[in-house]
């Protein structure tokens, strides 16, 4: 296997993402063994004790087990895991971790913006957005439901066709004239209504994130506004702190 290039700070980072890559390239499966500390430092090249703080993020993130005097193995109950300083759609995610992703019931409807909207995304009062709603499946399991409301300048309702893969994040990265810059995220805890539990196979009344988020481009203009709803037992957000 080729030996990554470690060049930025902290190392134990980056070990940690190269190891979900080697986990996905070898598709180890829960209760695969991974290879010795030694030979994961020696392949990095970085010490036994940076590698430690990788394998031990990977521990809180439930994706691995370390077993006394045995090993270290894949867990049995595996998760989708994201740092929150990293901007990435739910679906590059889960391509990251190996895991295949399902979209069902698209909606895309023109709607006018009303004044929280416009206010948030630095529009006119009842200027045209694209809304776009789905549910994202792993597994066959739902794991989020999502909405994203668009100006429509930049995102017609016509340009989401059959080719849409459902994520409105990619869709804009890839369109020339914008330049998806940063995201202002918030994150609470909220009860399932009637509506969302239906959406995600839960309980009225089950816990779910919300996490809102702003998209902004090069410039610090607004450009989309999300409300994604999770299922908190398929998701683990963590917070690098430097």
């Known amino acids: 296997m080729h030996t990554p290039k470690l060049n930025r700070q902290p190392l134990y980072t980056q070990a940690h993402d190269w190891l979900l890559d080697l986990i996905r390239e070898k598709e180890l499966q829960p209760g695969d063994q991974l290879p010795s500390e030694a030979q994961l430092a020696g392949q990095l090249g970085i010490s036994r004790t940076t590698l430690r703080e990788a394998l031990h993020l990977l521990v809180e993130e439930g994706v691995i087990v370390r077993r006394q005097g045995i090993g270290t193995f894949i867990a049995a109950d595996s998760h989708l895991e994201s740092g929150l300083e990293r901007l990435e759609s739910v679906l590059a995610l889960a391509a990251r971790q190996g895991m295949e992703t399902k979209v ?94 239906r959406r995600l ?17 090069s410039d610090g203009t607004p450009i989309g506004f999300s409300r994604n709803h999770f299922v908190p037992d398929q998701f683990r957000f963590h917070v690098i702190r430097r």
Do not use: W
């Open 104 to 197: 069902e019931a698209l909606s895309v409807e023109p709607i006018k913006a009303d004044s929280a909207l416009s206010e948030r995304l630095k529009i006119d009062l009842g200027d045209p957005l694209t809304r776009i709603c789905r549910t994202v499946l792993v597994k066959d399991r739902p794991v989020a439901y999502m909405e994203d409301l668009v100006p429509a300048c930049h995102l017609p309702p016509q340009n989401l066709d059959d080719t849409f893969a459902g994520s409105v994040l990619d869709l804009l990265r890839r369109q020339n004239n914008l330049c998806v810059q940063e995201a202002l995220a918030d994150i609470t805890a909220i009860s399932a209504d009637s509506s969302l539990a």
């Open 201 to 217: 196979s839960v309980s009225t009344g089950a816990a779910l994130l919300l996490l809102e988020e702003t998209l902004f481009d």
